[in-house]
Every structure is written in C-alpha cells, then in structure tokens.
C-alpha cells in the first residue's frame, strides 16, 4: 500500500515535475513548458502541489484562478503509479485550494493526445463541454471539461 504526501511543490522539484509534465502535455517542448510551470508556481504557489512517496515526487498538479473560475493546468502521475490513488489524492488537494479561494467551477482542457485521462475526470465529477481546435497549438485540439463545485 502507498504512503503518499500532497505537499506545496518547490522551485527546487522543478526537474522532476518537469519530467513528469511531458505525460500530461506530449505536445509540448520541455524547455518551453518548463518556464510555463516554474511561472505557474511563482504566480500561485498555493496552486502548485506535488505527490511524493518516501520522500520520491510521483506526481503533480497545478491550477490557477481565471475570472472567478478554477482552471486545472496539469495533473499527472508517473507511470509506475497511475491507477493507485495518487491523480485523486492530488485532485482533491487542489479542489479544496480552489474552493479556499471561492471558486464554484474548475475547469480543465485535455490535450486529444491524452483523451485516455477523460475517465478519471468523469469518476470525479467532470464532464466534457466541447472541445476547441488548435487550443494547445496548430494541430493541437483540446477537449474542454467542467465541474461544479459544491
């Protein structure tokens, strides 16, 4: 059985998150993107959390809030352990962040490369409110999700 911590993520996990961040954008350039997260975390750092095991980062999650709506950047899991709890525990953090600072609906966009991820949004609440083309680039659509917050 996992023992898994969700703490604030550090500039100092940068080059795993960064690592793990390439499962959950395959259409990003990591440099690029890596600039994006390290923004992200000085812009919200009560957003930014990280899944660690043994002290390991596995996984991480960031948001950030856009006209009184939350709006999930990234969620991703390493390999090795998706599919035991870690993406919920991650989400549920970030959820309760999101709902410290009023919002009532999160959304998130899905790059179509990533479209398996759809499930886990929809066992949590999620469902999908359209899609837009070229959201994440030229070539790069995305698939558009929502939840109502209680």
């Known amino acids: 059985m996992l023992k898994v911590t969700i703490r604030r993520m550090r500039e100092s996990d940068l080059s795993v998150v960064s690592e793990l961040a390439m499962l959950a954008n395959p259409h990003a350039i990591k440099k690029k993107y890596n600039k994006h997260i390290i923004d992200e975390l000085r812009k919200n750092p009560d957003l930014s959390f990280v899944a660690t095991e043994n002290g390991k980062i596995i996984g991480y999650v960031q948001a950030h809030v856009r006209d009184d709506e939350g709006v999930l950047e990234d969620i991703a899991v390493a ?13 549920n953090k970030e959820l309760k962040a999101l709902k410290l600072k009023g919002t009532k609906i999160v959304r998130a966009e ?19 409110t359209g899609f837009v083309q070229d959201f994440l680039g030229i070539g790069h659509d995305a ?3 929502k939840l109502i917050l209680n």
């Open 79 to 91: 390999k090795e352990y998706q599919g035991k709890g870690v993406g919920k525990y991650l989400l």
């Open 110 to 128: 899905v790059h179509y490369k990533c479209a398996s991820a759809i499930p886990f949004y929809y066992k949590h609440g999620f469902r999908i």
């Open 143 to 145: 698939i558009t999700l």
